[in-house]
């Protein structure tokens, strides 16, 4: 139980700055490593 409180408040911690360019990290994170080993 402390655990998935604890795991919960680091996630959340984390993310808190990004706002709504959370969806534009995820893009950017999914298709990035394709990306630079195409370079």
């Given at each position: 139980m ?38």
């Amino acid at each position: 139980m402390m655990q998935n409180y604890l795991d919960e408040f680091c996630y959340k911690l984390n993310r808190r700055y990004f706002g709504q360019k959370l969806f534009d990290r995820l893009i950017i994170a999914s298709v990035y490593p394709y990306w630079y080993d195409c370079g």
